[in-house]
């Protein structure tokens, strides 16, 4: 039996959608689980499963549970004789957006050489904003439909073409996002975008577009893809859907295409996942007009981690493939080496 740790919570705009998530979690992996909630002040408790539940979080009743502290190795619990380990075989990073998706987690638990699902630093960085994701892609040679970033300190937009998108560089869920049909609703839609974040993207609003989500992660056999969705068809999908969306249990029907357009889907995701991203279950959205694809994000911890779109959830978690530490031999050779020199040092 695989015990796998989920990290969940975190000081972040999206901290309840991943409590959300990680209650989904206990319907969907049958392995053995162990669940570790990160608090708005970035305190750890270990959460018994049978206490699972949005109101311990939002009552504040979590802070009775025990704290946990990180250390080389693992996690630790004090008790009256001292801190005691607890006992799992991988973590996996169930936070959505600031702490889990930005790095925060990843540079905490690769630090303490605690093995995880999920982003790595550097991925992290080229998904997190969605400026830099778009720039990745293209320069990787993935398309992405047109961009430009402006910033707080200057909303100029030049030559605006209507309708658009505004979106926060730094937020997932559609918190934020606004469509811009006019000229009269540019103003409010930056504010309301500029209150999430410093830096804004603004792309066009293509009518007639097709949008498909595809997720995968490499295990010992090769990347596994998941079946292709085409998600439900509204302008776009605002918070509220998305946080329904993020307890998703239950698979859902495979879009009906072209095997050429699923090939071409896949060798697009494979793209953007090696190597940056080995280690996580990632979901990317993908934009598909007149035939060509284009990327619209990567979802680096997808909600509920797209466990709906796979046909074995399971055995992926449990065969996927993990990066590990690289070991140095410090033997200080070189300080040794002075000091013989010199005499002192």
Excluded at 273 to 280: C, D, R
Excluded at 307 to 327: A, G, M, Q, R, V
């Amino acid at each position: 039996m695989y015990k796998i740790a989920v990290f969940f919570g975190g000081m972040s705009y999206e901290h309840e959608i991943s409590i959300v998530s990680a209650i989904a979690m206990k319907k969907v992996i049958n392995q053995e689980l162990v669940f570790v909630f990160v608090d708005p002040s970035r305190e750890f408790y270990l959460i018994p499963n049978d206490k699972m539940r949005s109101t311990l979080f939002s009552t504040g009743e979590y802070k009775k549970e025990p704290k946990l502290e990180l250390s080389q190795g693992g996690i630790y619990k004090r008790g009256l004789f001292g801190k005691s380990k607890v006992e799992f075989d991988v973590a996996l990073n169930l936070i959505h957006g600031g702490d889990g998706e930005d790095g925060v987690i990843a540079s905490l638990l690769n630090f303490f050489d605690i093995p995880f699902i999920g982003p790595r630093v550097e991925a992290s960085v080229l998904s997190f904003n969605k400026y830099i994701t778009k720039v990745y892609a293209q320069a990787i040679g993935v398309k992405t439909v047109d961009f430009i970033k402006i910033n707080k300190n200057n909303r100029n937009i030049t030559n605006p073409k209507y309708p658009m998108i505004i979106k926060p560089c730094r937020l997932g869920s559609s918190i934020g996002v606004s469509v811009v049909k006019n000229e009269n609703e540019l103003d409010f839609a930056l504010d309301v975008a500029f209150e999430f974040d410093d830096d804004v993207i603004v792309e066009p609003f293509l009518n007639g577009v097709k949008e498909y989500n595809l997720a995968g992660a490499l295990t010992r056999s090769g990347i596994v893809f998941s079946i292709v969705e085409e998600p439900q068809k509204v302008e776009f999908l605002d918070f509220e859907k998305k946080y329904l969306d993020f307890g998703r249990s239950e698979t859902v029907t495979s879009a009906d295409l072209s095997k050429e357009l699923v090939e071409s889907l896949q060798e697009n995701f494979s793209k953007i996942y090696l190597p940056k991203f080995i280690g996580a279950i990632i979901r990317c959205d993908f934009f598909v007009v007149d035939g060509e694809v284009y990327l619209n994000e990567i979802n680096p911890i997808p909600g509920s981690m797209a466990n709906y779109l796979f046909e074995d959830f399971n055995s992926l978690i449990s065969t996927l493939t993990l990066p590990h530490n690289k070991k140095i031999n410090i033997n200080y050779e070189y300080v040794n080496k002075i000091k013989s020199a010199k005499g002192k040092l």
